[in-house]
């Protein structure tokens, strides 16, 4: 099966301080997302912040991967503040690694959180969810519609376990890497985005994947199926076993994009991928998705 992920093989020279940055806390059993292809871990650099860490990429000057240590409690407090932030660029890295709110204008994209700003317990925590090193380019369909509804139900998931890991990232189609950009410095824009769940408390992952179009679909599949996807395992310290086995997610909340279901919307989900080897990798994803 054709994976959906990127490679590249440029190195970037990072500060030692960014280098060493750690933050077990937010990683489920303290072992952070494993990026499983030698080439997509170059010219990457780790940046933790208070409340979720980024993966973050030259190659796409935004997130490999978003990760959170989601909790009940700190959802109550993010429940009492107003969202607020502008989008601003993470001055951490180097010129090369960052993007900028001028390679969105007129895109006709999103500026898409990864780890979602009404995760956000606190100001500071606020501030830093805006970050472009959490962001990634998403229709407005996707972004505004089912992408809120997956935010909710994991948030709903939360609050019901009282902490749950979260980790959140783009999935790429290779044919249309180098084509589909936006902006002066050609940010890519996915071809699906997804967030996988572990719930220690149930002892059970599952993810939701949603295709980045105008007419968005999500879909809940296995870890191990993302793992093939995209190409990143969100927990590598879990065992095979638990990331074969669809927890009991919660479905995917009402919005104002209907969600895909049905065979003869897939067919034409599946033509908006435009190349064959694609299409192939979508459909073997689909058959897998529980409804």
Known sequence: MLRVFFGFAALVCLS??????????????????????????SGTVMLCNDQYAVLASEQTR????????????????????????????????PATMQALSTDYARSHYDRGHMTPS?????????????????IVPQTPELNRGPWEGVESAVRGWARAEGEIF???????????FQF???GPRHIPV???????????????????????????????TSVAMLIRLVNIDPFPALPASLKD????????????????????????LLKEW???????????LLNSLVP
């Open 245 to 268: 086995h669809v927890a009991g997610m919660p479905p995917i909340r009402e919005s104002p994009y209907a969600l895909a279901r049905q065979g003869n919307r897939t067919q034409k």
């Open 190 to 220: 996915p071809t699906v985005t997804w967030k996988a769940v572990y719930d220690p408390a149930a002892n059970g992952t599952g993810a939701y994947v949603c295709l980045n179009t105008a007419q968005p679909s999500c879909r809940i």
């Open 16 to 41: 030692p301080g960014a280098m060493a940055e750690t933050c077990p806390n937010l990683f489920a059993h303290g072992v952070p997302p494993a990026v499983l292809s030698d080439t997509a871990r």
């Open 118 to 134: 009404g995760d956000a317990a606190g100001n500071a925590a606020q501030v830093q969810s805006f970050l472009l090193s959490n």
């Open 180 to 182: 589909r950009t936006i």
């Open 62 to 93: 935004g997130p490999l991967w978003s990760a959170e240590d989601l909790t009940e409690e700190n959802l109550e407090i993010a429940d009492t503040m107003q969202r607020h932030g502008s989008f601003q660029p993470d001055t951490r890295l």
């Open 166 to 176: 979260v980790v959140t990232g783009p999935g790429y189609d290779p044919d249309q």
């Open 274 to 284: 435009g190349t064959k080897a694609a299409r192939k990798a979508l459909k073997a």
